[in-house]
T-cell receptor, first 111, second 111 residues
Framework: GENVEQHPSTLSVQEGDSAVIKCTYS??????FPWYKQELGKGPQLIID?????GEKKDQRIAVTLNKTAKHFSLHITETQPEDSAVYFC??????????FGPGTRLSVLP | DVKVTQSSRYLVKRTGEKVFLECVQD?????MFWYRQDPGLGLRLIYF???????EKGDIPEGYSVSREKKERFSLILESASTNQTSMYLC??????????FGPGTRLLVL
């Protein structure tokens, strides 16, 4: 089955700096890769996603890149702000309804 | 806005008790999911349902059952709670099988 690894587990950056979180997946048949942000006391919320036929996608300060050959994808946050502090999860979906999530990255943006 | 609500934010139960976790969504979504969230393990799928009275096992169904009698409601049942079921439980729904909309979670402590 699919296995998703995520690094780092914790990340601290200064406000205004960039943050990068990396994930690798094992099943080459996976075709959809979302990223979720979980703020304290809330459920995860989708922030960006990418499909396997696309190499990069941007939404304002957030971007995701996908390397299908290497089976890894990354989340890039530029000009970080305190409200970016949260736990971020990557996920991979092979098809159907079943997602496999990474273990999560706790991002702290220091003022 | 999609709203997914869970019946309790915090729950304390005794070993051997039968526990019901309720989830309701208000967007007429076909698909509903129960995940378990543990530190360092990410989100793991317990059960999901793609239609009323239909259910499918996820990755960790042992010790759990589910019920979906109405489209908007998906219940997770711990038949006989054990201490290793102490965790955060997240319910989610989706329309297309892509974007998951999560509830705020139920933190369950089994003593």
């Amino acid at each position: 089955g699919e296995n998703v690894e995520q690094h780092p587990s914790t990340l601290s950056v200064q406000e205004g700096d960039s943050a990068v979180i990396k994930c690798t997946y094992s099943d080459s048949a996976s075709n959809y890769f979302p990223w979720y942000k979980q703020e304290l006391g809330k459920g995860p919320q989708l922030i960006i996603d990418i499909r396997s036929n696309v190499g990069e996608k941007k939404d304002q300060r957030i971007a995701v890149t996908l390397n299908k050959t290497a089976k890894h994808f990354s989340l890039h946050i530029t000009e970080t702000q305190p409200e970016d502090s949260a736990v971020y999860f990557c996920a991979a979906r092979r098809g159907g309804q079943n997602f496999v999530f990474g273990p999560g990255t706790r991002l702290s943006v220091l003022p | 806005d999609v709203k997914v609500t869970q019946s309790s934010r915090y729950l304390v139960k005794r070993t051997g008790e039968k526990v019901f976790l309720e989830c309701v969504q208000d967007m007429d979504h076909e698909n509903m999911f129960w995940y378990r969230q543990d530190p360092g393990l990410g989100l793991r799928l317990i059960y999901f349902s793609y239609d009323v009275k239909m259910k499918e096992k996820g990755d960790i169904p042992e010790g759990y059952s589910v019920s979906r009698e109405k489209k908007e409601r998906f219940s997770l049942i711990l038949e006989s709670a054990s201490t290793n079921q102490t965790s955060m439980y997240l319910c989610a729904s989706s329309l297309s099988g892509e974007t998951l909309y999560f509830g705020p979670g139920t933190r369950l402590l089994v003593l």
